[in-house]
């Protein structure tokens, strides 16, 4: 998987200073990500950014796997 796989997912200098973004609007994965994390489902999201289509939540935590999957962290 490479990063051409994410259509949905946007970085651009000029917005939100290049983190990765749901199709070029000014929402970040990791605010996708962060409310998930906290507890709200996709249906939730749905309701709170109308403009957001199902595939954009579901790329955005596909996204984050393959982010995840690339890198080996010490956490403790």
């Given at each position: 998987?490479?990063?051409?796989?994410?259509?949905?997912?946007?970085?651009?200098?000029?917005?939100?200073?290049?983190?990765?973004?749901?199709?070029?609007?000014?929402?970040?994965?990791?605010?996708i990500?962060?409310?998930?994390?906290?507890?709200?489902?996709?249906?939730?999201?749905?309701?709170?950014?109308?403009?957001?289509?199902?595939?954009?939540?579901?790329?955005?935590?596909?996204?984050?796997?393959?982010?995840?999957q690339?890198?080996?962290?010490?956490?403790?």
């Amino acid at each position: 998987m490479t990063f051409e796989y994410f259509d949905r997912i946007t970085q651009d200098p000029a917005v939100m200073g290049g983190k990765p973004c749901i199709r070029g609007m000014r929402l970040t994965v990791g605010r996708i990500l962060s409310q998930i994390g906290a507890g709200e489902t996709i249906d939730e999201l749905l309701i709170d950014y109308p403009y957001l289509e199902r595939e954009d939540i579901l790329q955005s935590l596909q996204y984050a796997a393959w982010l995840a999957q690339g890198r080996d962290v010490a956490l403790a």
